[in-house]
């Protein structure tokens, strides 16, 4: 089948709720700035749910992640779509498979067995409609090169990547053969990367992968997410 987008990210299911200024103080007290997406332990995260729960509200439940968010907006547009991610075998795996089905979305993404539980994001939105996200990455950390289907990159016109998971060693193994596959098979590749994440890599991270990758466009790729994510800007003496 042929695609106009693929995507390679973080598979997350988005639990959302309506919040008052009085927990905005809350969060910010425990350390979650307003508007920004904080990376969180997953007790960390039940217990806000639960807060949340508490205080009568009611969430909503949708697939999420950058690239997912992005691939469903391309698909209700009429492009036609696939995602590569993993989850585990819960509720959360085989809602956001369900979703992402029922959105015209491909996968071959199969339900893992594992004790580390698929990816979810607490969205927390204000009276002034501004959201604040503390996401659990879970089983999305091990995302690997097994994940790159080289077929689908073969037969997809762009594929779509998830920028800040390129910061662990089996992120960075799987990112840099995802571009390779789409260098070998001329398909466009575009970064999805947040520019207000509460976290930060070693900007050392960033010059070596750029380092290790000779072709111009792809070496720039990997330098604008250290700008977006480095604890310092690179020069463009670096480049």
Do not use: W
């Amino acid at each position: 089948m042929k695609y106009d987008l693929c995507c390679l990210g973080s598979a997350l299911v988005d639990i959302t709720f309506q919040i008052d200024d009085d927990f905005v103080k809350a969060n910010e007290e425990r350390g979650i700035a307003k508007g920004g997406m904080t990376l969180i332990e997953k007790d960390d995260q039940i217990n806000l749910i639960q807060e949340l729960m508490d205080l009568g509200k009611s969430p909503d439940k949708a697939c999420g992640g950058s690239a997912t968010n992005s691939v469903v907006a391309a698909s209700l547009f009429g492009s036609s779509c696939h995602m590569s991610c993993i989850v585990s075998d819960d509720d959360n795996g085989r809602f956001y498979l369900e979703d992402l089905s029922s959105n015209g979305i491909g996968h071959n993404s199969e339900l893992i067995d594992s004790e580390i539980p698929s990816g979810q994001c607490l969205v927390m939105i204000s009276d002034d409609a501004e959201r604040t996200m503390c996401t659990n990455l879970g089983i999305n950390s091990n995302i690997s090169i097994s994940n790159v289907d080289q077929d689908v990159i073969k037969n997809s016109e762009y594929i779509l990547l998830e920028g800040y998971l390129v910061a662990s060693p089996e992120g960075y193994d799987t990112f840099k053969e995802a571009i390779t596959q789409a260098k070998k098979y001329n398909t466009k590749v575009k970064e999805c990367a947040k520019h207000n994440v509460k976290v930060s890599y070693p900007i050392d991270l960033f010059k070596t992968i750029s380092a290790d990758i000779s072709d111009k466009e792809y070496k720039e790729f990997f330098l604008e997410l250290g700008r977006i994510y480095g604890k310092e800007y690179i020069n463009e003496t670096d480049s």
